[in-house]
């Protein structure tokens, strides 16, 4: 009987679906086990073959916990709001709703052909309102609530008004943007406007003014990692930095438990320290700086309070509210010149920059330990939302100080001498202080107290706690998301909607252009925006992470409709036990999440303080992209590409690397790609601006059709530059998995995704191994029948070889599943086929065992086998094959024997021989005599089960 994977893996998926194989309920007398993958983003452009490589080792690891008796959760879904289905809308006319749902039906497809184990039945999409009916509620908590640093939780806001109305503010200890300090008789006599202005300086959903990265072309807020030199990512049109009143979510109240608590979670190193040096929590000093012939003061924060004598100047953030006050009619122009330069920069570009820029805007400051006046510039590398969005420039002892203070003529003072500590640099906290008044002569921890405590003396400032994390911009001038659920009254004041009115649904509309002076296109639907007499309602709409902040806890409970998550459900999953995902979403979406938890914990509403116990990224599957290269300099519609070998040789001239669809590639992936005559033809169908253009090669040429080939050549080879890069539309490299599937089977694709290498790692996609799986399992299959394809199971006793051979498999696979080595379970499921197979091993104590092994790696084949053995059920809902150690002892052993170190002969010996035993017999073995013959044996080292060496 012929293996026919994809005649099996149709029939065993109806099947699987037909009796909800994967159907798993919130109750158990199994212990629970949650797998989870971090859900996709349903674009059109469907799945390639890196996006499987994560959801292919949970499926295993799923899978692998069933069969070891857990009740396991797996579900799936799909993160379904976002700007590309908006921006699709825009280009086509296509309602994001209807592009949105073909691209999940899409995806279902896909992820249903690569066989996995998901509950689909607990399916959500975030843009299904019966979801984000509970995203819009959330937030309605978070804004009713604050983070009372006295308990370190949030409590509930009507808490605090009751305080204020009480004893006013100079008592509560709570995350705040507050500086003003009231009496119970201040708060009273406040108008409810005003009131409602102190409080969302204290609540965890407020509103402020903040500058955004905004794009006018694409109507909407940007995230840092979404612009590039001053463009957008997607479109390329201009980013400028604007103010604009956004929502935010107060997250570094938070700051201090999302640090620590990462000591109590199962992530790798290197993800932890992404979210340590996200939130970047540091120790210093708040000191505020007087400026010259003005009341204003300016307050820096710094962890080097100890240097504060080499401060020579002051820098301000270009956005800093101070920069229109200060600026002097003589230094206007300069500065205006500068604030349009720097508006066209995101934070990121602003941070990376290595060319220094600035702006003097003609003000001074006075150092408050020298009593000098310091002047006060403005640069890009200061940032608004960052400490105080002002510093007191060290040019000494910080490198970006005194690159800038080196580039515009600023003094510099030395105030640290770190001549006893050979090799430190300007980052590191030690050195003699100098030139520094009262701390002259100390170290400088020492230094560092010390100023501190000078600082609080003298009234200036006081010691302070600083991050680097912000609060979160939670804002979105776009129609594709979630309605806040918030409406406004005639003086502007915030107020919720109630859970009863919830959700707020999306209004439809076919408009989908940005409304006008940053609106999104909400604000045009004026039913919709003023449907509650007396108010309007908010028209921006929510980031595409506010779904994804929750919806592990929505699988557990997708169909309540008057919870999030019912106590139950959420008291039995707890939490998620495994997440497996892209490394790209560290300090995004996960710490989103972990905030979203944390404060969902505090309300009594979770049992547990995290959302994931243990996390896995999985490296990225690359794709190979390939280039050819068009001479620059081309004059009119005579464009001119040369291979890789011809553009190296013309070293006098420039080339443009052109990347070249890989459809159109032969021997895609190798040394030796190119593109063949039928390959250029459809390269220039796909770019026809280049169908002019001649094509050179060492084997000849290519012009509109005609093709001229050199001396011996037989046929024309256009040798393309092949290198690993990501794997993206964007790159013209993607491989569509289903047209591996079709080849090879699913089965197969999956084995060989985690075949190429370590989970955590990225690897190039190649196809050159794979058939060296599909013949392990053509191998595996045929071990199940005679040599007239007839199914034959035994139910002889297997020997010891075969026993030995089937737990030597039992137990690497064990181990290195929960090791997460799946490349190397595969290699060991060829050890035993091949060991089996030269066995003429039949049996079906040994063959049962080893399809349920295989069942995780190869859900289908296994499903197959199983029935085909005459198994009741769901070979996914086996027993997982326990290994006994026992079958692999040895009962001999075969020591090589040596003379003076050097092996003269090799004999087998019982396994249980004694050394003394092992000695003699040694010495009188066949050989080995005439090596000591007429010799002194001075010593016999014996080292067991290893070894014997005699010393003549």
């Known amino acids: 009987m012929d293996y026919k994977p994809r005649d099996i893996e149709v029939k065993w998926r109806k099947y699987w679906e037909e009796n909800g194989i994967y159907k798993v ?88 052909n690569l066989g996995f184990s998901f509950d689909w039945s607990r399916e959500v999409y975030t843009c299904d309102p019966k979801y984000y009916k509970w995203t819009q509620w959330i937030f309605t908590m978070l804004f009713d609530h604050y983070f009372d640093q006295s308990s370190n939780s949030a409590k509930p806001i009507s808490e605090l008004e009751a305080k204020f109305a009480a004893e006013g503010n100079a008592k509560i200890k709570a995350a705040t943007a507050q500086e003003t300090v009231f009496s119970a008789a201040d708060w009273q006599g406040l108008s409810r406007k005003e009131q409602a202005e102190v409080l969302m300086n204290y609540r965890l959903a407020y509103r402020k003014i903040g500058y955004v990265n905004w794009c006018e072309e694409l109507g909407t807020v940007l995230a840092n990692d979404q612009v590039k030199d001053g463009v957008s990512e997607r479109g390329g049109y201009p980013v400028i930095q604007k103010a604009m009143t956004q929502w935010y979510l107060r997250i570094t109240a938070y700051a201090d438990r999302l640090l620590y608590d990462l000591d109590d979670i199962d992530w790798s190193d290197a993800l932890k320290t992404m979210q340590r040096n996200w939130i970047g929590r540091s120790e210093g000093a708040s000191i505020h700086f007087e400026v010259v012939g003005s009341d204003e003061k300016i307050e820096v924060f710094t962890t080097r309070p100890d240097t504060i004598f080499g401060a020579t100047y002051m820098v301000l953030a270009p956005e800093h509210d101070l920069v229109a006050k200060l600026t002097t009619a003589e230094q206007q122009q300069d500065v205006d010149n500068y604030l349009s330069y720097v508006n066209a920069r995101s934070e990121i570009e602003r941070m990376a920059e290595k060319k220094v820029t600035g702006a003097f805007i003609g003000a001074y400051a006075t150092n408050p330990f020298t009593n000098t006046e310091i002047p006060i510039w403005i640069g890009e590398y200061v940032l608004k939302d960052y400490g105080t969005g002002a510093i007191m420039a060290v040019p000494s002892d910080d490198e970006r100080d005194k690159t800038f203070a080196t580039k515009f003529d600023l003094p510099i003072i030395d105030v640290v001498d770190k001549s006893k500590y050979p090799g430190a640099t300007l980052h590191d906290k030690v050195g003699v202080i100098i030139n520094s008044g009262f701390m002259t002569g100390m170290e400088v921890p020492e230094a560092i107290t010390a100023a501190s405590a000078k600082v609080e003396e003298l009234g200036i400032g006081k010691a302070r706690v600083n991050y680097k994390m912000r609060d979160a911009n939670f804002s979105r001038q776009r129609y594709w998301g979630e309605p806040f659920p918030v409406k406004y009254d005639s003086e502007d004041i915030a107020h919720m909607i109630s859970v009863e009115d919830l959700p707020l649904e999306l209004p439809d509309t076919d408009d989908f252009k940005p409304g006008k002076g940053g609106q999104s296109p909400l604000s045009r ?71 979203w938890h944390k404060f969902l914990h505090d309300k009594g509403l979770l049992p547990t303080n995290e959302p994931f116990k243990k996390l896995i990224n999985q490296g990225m599957i690359q794709g190979v992209i390939e280039f050819i290269f068009l001479e620059k300099g081309s004059e009119g519609d005579q464009k001119r590409f040369v291979t890789a070998e011809m553009a190296a040789a013309e070293s006098d001239k420039e080339f443009a690397k052109i990347p070249v669809h890989v459809d159109f590639v032969s021997n895609y992936g190798s040394p030796k790609s190119y593109l063949s005559k039928a390959g250029i033809g459809k390269f220039i169908e796909w770019r026809p601006e280049y169908k002019e253009a001649i094509f050179e090669s060492a084997s000849g040429t290519y012009q509109n059709g005609s093709v001229s080939l050199q001396d011996g050549a037989e046929e024309l080879v256009m040798t393309t530059l092949s290198e690993v890069g990501k794997m993206s539309k964007s790159k013209f490299n993607v491989i569509n998995p289903d047209k591996v599937i079709d080849r090879y089977g699913t089965d197969c694709f999956r084995m060989y995704e985690m075949f190429l290498g370590p989970i955590e790692q990225s690897k190039p996609w190649d196809t050159k191994g794979i058939d060296g799986v599909s013949r392990f399992l053509r191998k595996f299959w045929g071990l199940f029948f005679d040599q007239q394809g007839n199914f034959q199971l035994s139910d002889a006793a297997p020997s010891k070889e075969e026993l030995k051979s ?102 087998q010996f019982p396994a249980d021989a004694s050394r003394e035993d092992l000695e003699k017999a040694a010495i009188t073995g066949e050989g080995i005599q005439k090596y000591t013959e007429g010799k002194t044996i001075r010593k016999i080292i014996v080292v067991p089960g290893r070894m014997i060496n005699i010393v003549v």
């Open 25 to 112: 309920d919130n109750q158990s007398d199994k212990p629970k086990y949650y797998v989870l993958d971090m859900f996709p983003y349903p674009s059109g452009a469907g799945l390639h073959v890196g996006h499987p490589l994560g959801y292919i080792a949970s499926d295993i690891y799923s899978r692998y916990k069933t069969l070891k008796g857990f009740n396991v959760l797996h579900p799936m879904g799909f993160d379904a709001f976002g700007l590309p289905a908006e921006e699709y809308a825009l280009q086509t006319g296509i309602h994001p709703a209807v592009s949105t749902n073909e691209n999940m039906a899409r995806y279902r497809e896909q992820l249903s």
């Open 525 to 595: 639907l004026q039913d919709w925006v003023n449907a509650d007499e007396g108010f309007v309602r908010e028209t921006d709409t929510m980031p595409a992470v506010a779904g994804s902040s929750w919806y592990y806890l929505r699988y557990m409970d997708p169909h309540n409709d008057e919870a999030f998550v019912s106590q139950d459900a959420v008291n039995y999953w707890e939490s998620v036990d495994l997440y497996v995902g892209g490394s790209e979403h560290a300090v995004a979406h996960l710490m989103y999440a972990r905030f």
């Open 806 to 907: 089937l737990h030597t498999a039992i137990k690497k696979v064990n181990e290195d599943i929960e090791r997460f080595n799946f490349n190397t379970c595969i290699s060991a499921f060829m050890v035993a086929a091949n060991e089996l197979s030269k066995l003429n091993c039949n049996k079906r104590e040994i063959l049962e065992p080893l399809v349920i092994l295989l069942a995780p790696f190869g859900p289908h084949i296994a499903e197959e086998l199983w029935h085909l053995a005459g198994k009741d059920g769901s070979v996914h809902h086996a027993t997982y094959p326990v290994f006994d150690e026992a079958h692999l002892v040895e009962d001999s052993v075969t020591y090589p024997i040596a003379i003076n170190g050097k092996t003269r002969a090799k004999a």
